[in-house]
């Protein structure tokens, strides 16, 4: 897969543009709610996101910063709408990135105070461009949020930081659309050459989210386009972690993540197979080895379909064969096959 050509721009101690792809999510506690949105902080952080964005909606919302900064190592996002004094009160508290439309917080000499206030301490802007916020003359060029709409929002606001020599940026072009999301992210792709961080705003619920994120942001990666990505669901931010995790891994993109496969079942099966291989999948999501794993309901499908898996389970009428490389190395009753196979994962 080759990744596209970016500006390099530093987030804290990351930098996007280069061979990772950063995981973030959103708290969504209350503003107001300074222990809930540390404690959710903490557990973002714990769950394997890299990246979190708080919203700052009023100067008491400030506080945040300093109390999750101090219980949490990644970097912090301030979301800022409109209000050009709380993105420059967020620096001035140590904030790492500020997400703010330029175009959207008045006159240049508010977009200067920004553009120069960053610029200072180092830190990027993130433009966030989504189907609600293109221009209203946009709109009416386009008659619709159409993905050219999108893009052209999306440089007009990069235009305005570029007038006071700022382009430590990066950019998302977020829709509810799929089609329209992948659309105006390739489009964009072609006219900038700024780190660009994927969404399908507005995705849904947990389940319909993640089947709309994964194609969104699954399409855009695997053709090397995006640096930084967002799994929206209304849900726990905590499931939005394992999401993006999960679609990263499945094109290749988590390198130090175990693979799990598993077949559908069918009337061959003798084993409970659902249930096992859901306890798999549980017992390995925090093991990090490079390593794929197979559990396959039997003989047909295990050790024949399945032999490019480093290990696996085939299962059998009450018992099991673990399996390393296609080659059937012990045979385990069925009580006894999870033990078995991770005992086998921890070996390998």
Same mark, same amino acid.
């Given at each position: 897969m080759v990744r596209r050509k970016v500006k390099q721009v530093a987030l804290k101690n990351l930098v996007f543009g280069g061979e990772k792809i950063y995981i973030q999510s959103m708290l969504n506690k209350p503003a107001e709610d300074i222990s809930g949105s540390v404690e959710q902080a903490v557990a973002l952080e714990q769950a394997g996101c890299e990246i979190i964005r708080a919203a700052i909606p009023n100067k008491q919302a400030i506080r945040l910063i300093d109390a999750i900064k101090?219980? %949490?190592? %990644?970097p912090l996002v301030a +979301? *800022?709408?409109?209000d050009y004094r709380l993105a420059l009160e967020a620096v001035q508290a140590g904030i790492d990135k500020i997400r703010i439309n330029p175009g959207n917080i008045g006159s +240049? +000499?508010?977009v200067k105070q920004v553009a120069d206030a960053c610029k200072a301490a180092g830190i990027p802007i993130r433009i966030g461009v989504n189907s609600g916020s293109v221009e209203k003359h946009i709109l009416a060029k386009y008659s619709r949020p159409t993905p /050219? =709409? #999108?893009v052209e929002s999306a440089m007009y606001h990069v235009s305005l930081l570029h007038k006071f020599d700022f382009d430590d940026i990066v950019i998302s072009i977020k829709s509810s659309d799929v089609e329209t999301m992948i659309l105006a992210y390739e489009l964009l792709a072609e006219q900038c050459d700024y780190p660009l961080h994927l969404g399908v705003t507005e995705a849904g619920t947990e389940r319909m989210g993640l089947i709309k994120s994964s194609i969104g942001i699954g399409s855009l990666l695997v053709k090397g386009i995006g +640096?930084?990505?967002r799994v929206s669901l209304t849900s726990d931010p905590v499931h939005e972690v394992a999401a993006a995790r999960d679609i990263l891994k499945a *094109?290749? #993109?988590q390198k130090n993540e175990i693979t799990l496969v598993s077949c559908p079942t069918c009337g061959r099966t003798k084993i409970n197979l659902i249930e096992l291989a859901n306890q798999v999948e549980q017992a390995v999501q925090n093991i990090h080895k490079p390593i794929k794993v197979a559990v396959m309901g039997c003989a047909v499908n295990g050790p024949g /379909? =399945?032999?490019d898996a480093d290990l696996g389970i085939a299962g059998g009428d009450g018992c099991a064969v673990i399996f390393k490389k296609g080659e *059937?190395?012990?045979k385990v009753p069925e009580q006894e096959v999870l033990a078995a196979l991770l005992e086998e994962i921890e070996a390998y």
């Open positions: 101090q219980k %949490v190592s %990644v +979301d *800022i709408h409109f +240049d +000499d508010r /050219e =709409a #999108l +640096d930084t990505i *094109i290749g #993109l /379909e =399945a032999r *059937i190395i012990k």
